[in-house]
């Protein structure tokens, strides 16, 4: 069974938590601007389903960190009314899945607003949602079951009007995080639940910032580009160390920001490698990947030395429990994959 | 959104209250319940007017909902609901600054429906589903001439005040129309759009 690490990034014990960066981008944030807010269910003395809040409360008070009752078109819409007002709100849909409910407030209200009012309204929105399963198969979060493990991601990107973000590393959480709340327009903010607590890495101890719409080579190579998000990339960095050892030189590339898009930096990946692998953990079909292959095949066809391979969860709902590892992408099918396309 | 408004104002201080209407159609939302809910689980400063004109396109209120009334489900959020003759400009008053008030003083939200009548189907050119005398009783109805009426009656204002009045807000909606055909509301062809038009149209910078 493949494992998600110690890979170069992963460390069990040294470094600062994917939750723990999330909740330090929250502090700091609120700390610098009191118009940002948190918003969402059980985010005050909880903390947060997951921690991804916690201290804000005891350190912020109820005015600001803003408990709801289970009603995620009321407070979502309610966050949109608040940035348009000025605040920066930041909602968290306690798991990703459920952002189905709000999808109105999102669809026909936030991601049109600064168009419809020709830029005299703005939505300076971020909605934290925590996404998807656990592919490692090390036993944590195996699969939560169709409700609980979605990756929803491609739903927005279509929406023509907001900013989808996925950081896959604590400094890319913290530093993203930071951006998003700075940004003025709504951004889909993307956390692979199961790397809030297994996955640490240093964090620069000064302030962070990552810029939206900057992709991240997270590993060089020369034979081969995977092109991973979230808890993906680290699966490919295990896969890529361990084809390493057997002297094929992998590159991995995480996006980053999905919209808007480093078209530039995949190209040039891509015009290095010839031979690309997609992975993603949402279902293949209508999958943020398709448009990443549409991309390569528009604008960087003739650096293309093999046909461009995708390894995502198959179309099917999450099933519960071990039986989710089948269906989602892991080691052995992006595995699989490069040797497919080293091979062609 | 507009709860979100009111909660914005409140944050801040303000004493802005924030009114939002919807009809008896949208009424049904899901969205509407939740942001009553909310509003009044917070005490957020905001009048929700349900304007309740009996008929959504086509469907009846009798046919889309059991209650004998929209004001009615205020109860479920603790908050005042209210029936009024939204044809009565002086009732309208009344309720409004009543619900103002409340919401001024920190007492949260209210609900108000205002019964009135719509005179055309909803779309221009749609078929008229209704009888003619329903039609015709529902523009027997007018808060405008009754309004006129009433000041006319109490001597508050003479025929030639009114007519003025009327003649100013013939003039203002001429205006109007004239400023809109004058910024570009012509029917001539727009400028084909480009990605970085797109861009800069739809995402703040």
Known sequence: MSTLGPGPLASRRDGTSYLRAINRAL????????????????????????????????????????DMPISEAGYTGAAIGLAMEGLRPVVEIQFADFVTVAFDQLATVAAKMHYLTRGSASVPLVVRMPYGANVSGEGYMTGAGPHHSQSVEAWFCHLAGMKVVMPSTPADALGLLKSAI???????????????????????????????????IKRSGTDATVIATGAMVHVA??????????GVSIEVLDPRTLVPL??????????????VVISHEAPRTGGFGAEIAAVIAEEGFRHLKAPIKRVCAHDMPVPAGRAARSALPG????AAALRDVLQA | MAVGVAMADRLRGK?????????????????????????????????????NNGIAISMRVSESTAAPDLACRAAGYGMPGQVVDGQDPIAVHEATTRAVARARAGHGPSLIELRIARWESHVEGFPELRSAEEVASARSHDGVARLRKLLLDGDVLSEADVAMIEAGCRNEVDDAVIEGLRDGLDLAEPAPYSAADA???TFAP
Do not use: C, W
């Open chain 2, 15 to 51: 004493d802005t209250i924030t009114v939002t209407f919807f009809g008896d159609g949208g009424a049904n939302e899901g969205a509407v319940h939740e942001a009553m809910n909310l509003a009044g689980s917070k005490r957020i400063p905001i009048v929700f007017i349900a304007e």
């Open chain 1, 262 to 275: 480093d078209r530039a930096a995949i190209l040039a990946s891509v015009a290095k490698t010839g031979r």
């Open chain 1, 331 to 334: 080691a052995e099918r992006i």
């Open chain 1, 182 to 216: 700075r940004d003025d327009n709504p951004v889909m903010f993307f956390e692979h639940k199961s790397l809030y607590y297994t996955l640490r890495a240093p964090v620069p101890e000064t302030e962070h910032f990552v810029p939206i719409g900057k992709a991240d």
């Open chain 2, 199 to 201: 861009q800069r149209l």
């Open chain 1, 237 to 246: 960095l295990s896969v890529s160390e361990r084809l390493g050892q057997e």
């Open chain 1, 27 to 66: 502090h700091e944030e609120m700390e610098r601007d009191a118009n940002v807010l948190v918003i969402g269910l059980d985010v005050g003395r909880q903390g947060g389903i997951f921690g991804a809040t916690r201290g804000l409360y005891d350190r912020f008070g109820a005015t600001r960190v803003i």
